[in-house]
């Protein structure tokens, strides 16, 4: 009696490419986060520009 082992079936091309988008899309986020976060605070720091110059308003 001759048993045979099964392989585990590797998952298919567009599973792996699907996957690779995922990955390659949280990586991009996790890259350019910090630098959205701080415009955000660099923004509401200025002040109207009235404060400048409060003849001009």
């Known amino acids: 009696m001759i048993m045979e ?8 091309s ?4 699907r996957a ?3 990955l390659g899309l949280a990586a991009g986020a996790a890259y350019i986060a910090p630098t959205i ?3 955000d ?3 509401w720091a200025m002040g109207p520009s009235c ?3 409060p003849k001009g308003c």
């Open 5 to 12: 082992t099964e392989k585990p079936e590797a998952p298919s």
């Open 14 to 17: 567009a599973e792996r490419r």
């Open 20 to 22: 690779l988008i995922r």
């Open 37 to 39: 976060l701080s415009i």
């Open 41 to 43: 605070r660099s923004a």
């Open 51 to 53: 404060a400048k110059n």
